[in-house]
């Protein structure tokens, strides 16, 4: 199993460009997430998926669009990039929430940089 | 507000000692696991212990414990032996809710010395 792939790795935007971050996930897993990680942070929630066509927002959504048309796909769009969004992006599974056995997969992250 | 407090943004651990990491947390929910995260400069997130709530034991993964103090909201981790390899950034947290998501707190740097 390759659990949670995300492409790229790493990506240098300039500011008001436009990116999509992929996540795909081959466990079939119900809920999707996308954290964000500042320098010295922690994780913060930006959006998240409880299954195919249904998102939420997180903690900090500005500035992102999510979508969710399959259970393995998540992409995350950032639209009009600003250097606030330099960070590196991490996207998770989960098969069922608490009543699962609590357990998160994530991808190996990727770093934006945005000058 | 869920919130995530780790206290100590730095600790530092002799070669085969033992380290312990604290944690508070602040939720109205009564269901929900609690987590403690490794992430090595390579990015990767690995969980290196998990606890539920409703249970009363304090989990144990070899070397890793914890002491769950549910009523304090309290949890923290204890490492034993400690090896050069567990040096790294540790996150805990916890997720609530139908959704489950996870929040995380601001992180602990584990140095270990020779």
């Known amino acids: 199993n390759a659990g949670v792939t995300q492409t790229p790795k790493f990506r240098i935007l300039k500011i008001g460009q436009s990116m999509t971050l992929q996540c795909t996930q081959d466990m079939n897993h119900n809920y999707m997430y996308w954290y964000r990680q500042d320098p010295g942070m922690g994780l913060k929630l930006i959006y998240y998926s409880v299954g195919a066509g249904i998102t939420d927002k997180g903690e900090v959504p500005n500035g992102y669009n999510v979508s969710r048309s399959t259970t393995e796909d998540f992409p995350l769009r950032l639209e009009l990039a600003a250097p606030s969004q330099t960070s590196v992006y991490f996207c998770a599974s989960s098969y069922s929430g608490l009543r699962g056995n609590g357990g998160y997969t994530f991808g190996s992250g990727t770093r934006l940089t945005v000058v | 507000a869920q919130t995530v407090t780790q206290s100590q943004p730095e600790m530092s651990v002799q070669e085969a000692e033992t380290v312990t990491l604290s944690c508070t947390y602040d939720?109205?929910?009564?269901?929900?696991?609690l987590f403690w995260y490794k992430q090595p400069p390579s990015r990767q997130m690995i969980l290196v212990i998990r606890q539920e709530a409703y249970k009363q034991q304090n989990a144990t993964e070899n070397r890793f414990s914890v002491n769950f103090q549910k009523a304090a909201k309290s949890f923290s981790l204890k490492i034993s032996d400690s090896q050069l390899g567990d040096a790294a950034m540790y996150f805990c947290?916890?997720?609530?809710?139908?959704?489950?998501?996870?929040?995380f707190g601001t992180g602990t740097r584990l140095q270990v010395t020779l």
């Open positions: 947290a916890f997720n609530t809710g139908t959704a489950s998501k996870l929040t």
């Open positions: 939720t109205s929910e009564s269901d929900y696991y």
